[in-house]
Antibody, heavy 122, light 106 residues
């Protein structure tokens, strides 16, 4: 059974930093492309970024609002995905979910974690 | 970036109704369109991928269609457990983008 369990959320002041973790199990994490998606309270879904598997280059892509401030990384030896968030802004307040991407003739968000809440407030 | 627009934003319906939700892309995305269902306090769940393929274990009353810029999600006969928010998402190009969501209410 695929499981994705996020941790590391909490309250942080504007300008601060936070690192989220996502512990993965039940699938071959090493081969997986993983994404982060966030949802601000009462708002829609927003893709944050993704990381490819190391065999596919391990490269990352980011949404414009977080580029240069957020960094996605992975530790395949620990089956763990990370989201390092720096220079946080109040508009980064959201539930952050990690996602296992799937591919059948096109990419989709196959499995979602339950998310961890990040609140940026003074 | 590709903008995704869903309509309606909210919809009132009854058990047994046939319901259609529309998603329009700001440019052609071929068939790279996915649909998700989200219940309150829960993570979204994949329903339909590449416009019309039903994810495993999703009931057959859900169907998707369309290509290019216009897509629809249809629920043929609403069940009580279908009252939720539905999101479309394009995977044609990075950054992936979502519609604003459609809240389906009783």
């Amino acid at each position: 059974e695929v499981q994705l369990v996020e941790s590391g959320g909490g309250l942080v002041k504007p300008g601060g930093s936070l690192r989220l973790s996502c512990a993965a199990s039940g699938f071959a994490f090493t081969n997986a492309w993983m994404s982060w998606v966030r949802q601000a309270p009462g708002k829609g879904l927003e893709w944050v970024g993704r990381i490819k598997s190391k065999t596919d280059g391990g490269t990352t892509d980011y949404a414009a609002p977080v580029k240069g401030r957020f960094t996605i990384s992975r530790d395949d030896s620990k089956n763990t995905l990370y989201l390092q968030m720096n220079s946080l802004k109040t508009e980064d307040t959201a539930v952050y979910c990690c996602i296992l991407e799937g591919y059948i003739r096109g990419w989709f968000f196959d499995y979602w974690g339950q998310g961890t809440l990040v609140t940026v407030s003074s | 970036d590709i903008q995704m627009t869903q309509s309606p934003s909210s919809l009132s319906a009854s058990v047994g109704d046939r319901v259609t939700i529309t998603c329009r892309a700001s440019q052609s995305i071929s068939s790279y369109l996915n649909w998700y269902q989200q219940k309150p306090g829960k993570a979204p769940k994949l329903l339909i991928y590449t416009a019309s393929s039903l994810q495993s274990e999703v009931p057959s009353r859900f169907s998707g269609s369309g290509s290019g810029t216009d897509f629809t999600l249809t629920i043929s006969s609403l069940q009580p457990e279908d009252f939720a928010t539905y999101h479309c998402q394009q995977s044609y190009s990075i950054p992936y983008t979502f519609g604003q969501g459609t809240k389906l209410e009783i």
